[in-house]
């Protein structure tokens, strides 16, 4: 099930993973699992027991020497024989007239029955895994993004207070407007319903207020549940970078709560009610510091360097919400919504180190200010388009049906979710020490540095060559051309050519989605496969320059 992380684990997956026959990756998520989720570990426990109920039944009963039967068994096999005899003898169609109508009639119920069952479930449950790839992906844009303050307009369909509201769903008022904030809320629903529409355009703010600022491109998420107070929620995120730009809370009473990012509108008072206007607690923007800091009784940007190096040594810089910055003289690494165990190996991994001040915290709600009232709005979603499903339909075709297709998605979506996290922790490490800090550091610094930026570098390389692997022969089979040679980039540093890497990883990553029906970010049509293998090849182009520039 590839959104058994946002959900309760299936018993299959539970018993392999007592079984000790998951890979190493699977096991640690099915870890991290059940140290958040009660529910799973009670079920995991009642699993183990019954487990062991059965060795010692068979351990007790089945290794006991049982009493012989009083009389043998009569050996039925000759009576079996004649009845195979007379029945090869008689044709097929006449065979089926020995059964009684009605068990005929039922027997074409229940393969009809079985056939509905499966559609409603293929139909039920894409969506779902699309809604939780999405949404894991808007997740990882986050921790990456530059942290900086955001102007978001919230709104209540009645005069109820927001905090109150944001309580009675049990959604984090703290930073409504983000991506693990909805991800928190939907894996809490024991029953849910998702939609995903992809909109040429839309603009913030659509209740009928004048202060919508186009946007080209967003990705549409509804979910729906039939328990709780939320009858429904939904996530506007912008399609270039995965930003969550509006949100929608509707309550079974017809009330609902809206948040609107408005950063980038400049002025809102047009003459209307005026609501209110809060700015979200987002992650403390890393300060501009000098390239080199003197030594002595205050950190460094040498002991920021071995700290970024440490946490790289334990995967800590691929995805998880750690933060790490200067300040007060310290080097301080915090993080909300940390694990225990990695809160566990981050200590481990530190605290013998001077300078250094680590604090974890969980994350907490805020009240959020009373807000005016505005017209209500119901978001529109749609199904894919007939263009997408045509082409989904022919892979299927060429990987010989739709379980087929679903494992190899499967692997392929693995591939390049890694592949994310790899060019996500690259353009960070980049964007953190610049190309004149780096000239600033003294030799072995630099050495780190470079050993860093090298490793997310191979290790992504080694993910786009098991996806080329995977997908050039199925797309050449789909009439894809051979791309021409790339054309060499322009970059001089790898700082550069890092954001390059991830600018080509992304487009990668949206051509993908919508190859394999995941998204529709990229608008069908024939060339779609020869798209995706030029996006590959261009992304490794980038990397070999950015490689050679780090070998310097």
């Known amino acids: 099930m590839s959104n058994w992380h946002s959900q309760h684990l299936e018993d299959g997956l539970a018993l392999r993973y007592l079984d000790g026959e998951l890979p190493a990756r699977k096991a640690r998520q099915v870890r991290k699992h059940l140290e958040a989720c009660w529910q799973c570990r009670a079920e995991m426990e009642d699993l183990q027991t019954t487990v062991a109920d059965c060795m010692r039944y068979r351990k007790q009963v089945l290794a006991t020497q049982l009493p012989e039967p009083p009389n043998a068994w009569a050996d039925l096999s000759r009576g079996f024989d004649g009845i195979d005899v007379e029945m090869a003898a008689e044709p097929f169609w006449k065979r089926l007239t020995h059964f009684p109508p009605s068990l005929m009639w039922s027997a074409a119920s229940v393969a009809v029955a079985v056939l509905v069952c499966f559609a409603y479930y293929q139909l039920r449950e894409t969506p779902s895994v699309q809604a939780a790839v999405l949404l894991k ?3 990882a844009a986050e921790q990456a993004r530059p942290a900086g303050p955001r102007r978001v307009h919230i709104r ?14 049990h959604y984090d008022s703290a930073d409504p407007l983000s991506a693990r904030s909805f991800s928190t809320w939907r894996a809490q629903l024991p029953e849910k319903r998702d939609e995903i529409e992809n909109a040429a355009s839309c603009s913030v703010g659509q209740t009928g207020r004048p202060l919508g600022t186009p946007v080209q491109g967003c990705y549409l998420l509804r979910t ?45 008072h047009d003459g209307s009610p005026v609501a209110s206007l809060g700015e979200l607690p987002v992650r403390p923007a890393v300060p501009s510091r000098p390239a080199a800091i003197a030594p002595g009784e205050t950190a460094s940007i040498s002991d920021e360097l071995q700290v970024l190096s440490a946490l790289h040594g334990i995967g800590a810089d691929l995805g998880d919400p750690v933060e790490v910055k200067l300040s007060n003289g310290h080097v301080e690494v915090s993080g909300v919504g940390v694990s225990a165990e990695r809160q566990r190996q981050i200590h481990r991994a530190l605290d013998s180190m001077a300078h250094v001040e680590v604090a974890f915290s969980d994350p907490g709600a805020a009240p959020a200010p009373v807000q005016a009232t505005a017209p209500e709005r119901a978001p529109v979603f749609s199904a ?13 075709q060429q990987l010989g049906g739709r ?53 997310h570098i191979s290790a992504l390389q080694a993910h786009i060559t098991g996806m080329e692997a995977a997908l050039t022969p199925i797309l050449s089979a789909l009439g894809a051309a ?40 990229e608008k069908p049509s024939a060339d779609l496969p020869t798209n995706l293998l030029s996006a590959l090849a261009d992304l490794r182009v980038n990397l070999d320059q950015c490689n050679s520039l780090l070998a310097r």
Do not use: C, H
């Open 384 to 396: 894919p388009s007939s263009a997408t499903t045509k082409l989904q339909t022919r892979l299927e």
């Open 156 to 169: 209540t369909g009645k005069p109820t207070s927001a905090a109150v509201l944001f309580a009675a769903a």
């Open 403 to 455: 379980a087929e297709m679903e494992r190899f998605s499967s692997r392929v979506l693995d591939w390049n979710e890694a592949a994310m996290a790899r060019a996500y922790a690259l353009r960070a490490l980049a964007q953190r020490f610049s190309q004149d800090q780096q000239s600033a550091m003294t030799p072995d610094d630099r050495r780190v540095l470079r050993q860093m930026a090298r490793e």
């Open 137 to 139: 992906r808007a997740i």
């Open 224 to 268: 729906s549940t039939t328990t709780g107070d939320v009858a429904s929620a939904s996530l506007t995120l912008r399609t270039a970078d995965l930003l969550p730009i509006e949100g929608r809370l509707e309550f079974r009473d017809r009330n609902w709560i809206e948040f609107t990012d408005l950063s980038e509108v400049p002025d809102l």
């Open 482 to 521: 051979a791309p021409p040679p790339p054309q060499p980039p322009a970059f001089t540093s790898w700082q550069a050519g890092a954001e390059q890497v991830f600018r080509s990883s992304r487009r990668v990553e949206l051509l993908l989605s919508t190859v394999l029906g995941v998204t529709s970010g």
